[in-house]
């Protein structure tokens, strides 16, 4: 079973400048997830779709972060403009169901993200 | 707001060794707790997890247990192998009583096996 998959792996930007990273969830998964995961901290979810329709964005900054999964499948998240403080692992997760008890959530090997 | 947090940033260990790694949480609505390891350049890898109603759970080398009238948890590797080295995260699960969790992770702890 092929897992999650995330490009870019790696991205270098100025601040003020726009980014967009993409997730491909595992096959027939119905929820995904994106999490910020800064340096020497555990991730933190910014949003979570079930299908297509946002399930959680509370901590998703609005003003400059917006994610979509229009046709319920593949993810993109988007920072614009970028801030020094963005400079993390970008890393997307899904799960069969909901994500509640029992749910296990895979996640991808993440985007590494650099501000300057 | 509510978190889960670990005692120690670091642990060392020799190979062969039992390695035990501590998580406090703080939420009491929380209904499903789970350890990932994550390599480096890596997405956490799920481990165990352990649902509220049960005190331990083991697997493969692993055991986790969960004290909740502490708010306590925890997670023991036996003879713990050089490919053990990597952090270790506990997270917890709120559903509050839905079908949807909502992840939140601890700080993470740093373990390193020494051949």
């Known amino acids: 079973e092929a897992g999650v998959a995330q490009s870019p792996r790696y991205k270098i930007i100025e601040k003020r400048q726009s980014v967009a990273f993409w997730c491909n969830p595992i096959s027939g998964h119905a929820t995904l997830y994106w999490y910020q995961q800064i340096l020497g901290q555990g991730p933190k979810l910014l949003i979570q779709f079930q299908n297509n329709g946002v399930v959680d964005d509370s901590q998703l900054p609005k003003d400059r972060f917006s994610a979509e999964r229009l046709k319920g499948v593949d993810s993109t998240l988007k920072i614009q403009p970028a801030k020094l403080e963005d400079s993390a692992v970008y890393l997307c997760?899904?799960?069969?169901?909901?994500?509640?008890?029992?749910?296990?959530?895979?996640f991808g090997p993440g985007t590494r993200l650099t501000v300057t | 707001g509510e978190s889960v947090g670990l005692h120690l940033p670091t642990l060392s260990v020799q190979e062969g060794d039992n390695s035990i790694i501590n998580c406090a949480y703080s939420n009491s609505a929380s209904d499903y707790f789970i350890w990932y390891k994550q390599e480096s350049g890596k997405g956490p890898q799920f481990i165990i997890d352990i649902r509220s109603n049960m005190d331990k759970r083991q697997g493969q080398r692993v055991t986790v247990l969960l004290n909740k009238t502490v708010k306590h948890l925890s997670l023991q590797i036996a003879a713990t192998q050089p490919g053990d080295s990597a952090v270790y995260f506990c997270a917890e699960n709120t559903s509050g009583g839905t079908s949807y969790g909502k992840l939140t992770f601890g700080q993470g702890t740093i373990l390193t096996v020494h051949p």
């Open positions: 997760a899904s799960s069969w169901a909901g994500g509640g008890t029992g749910d296990e959530q895979y």
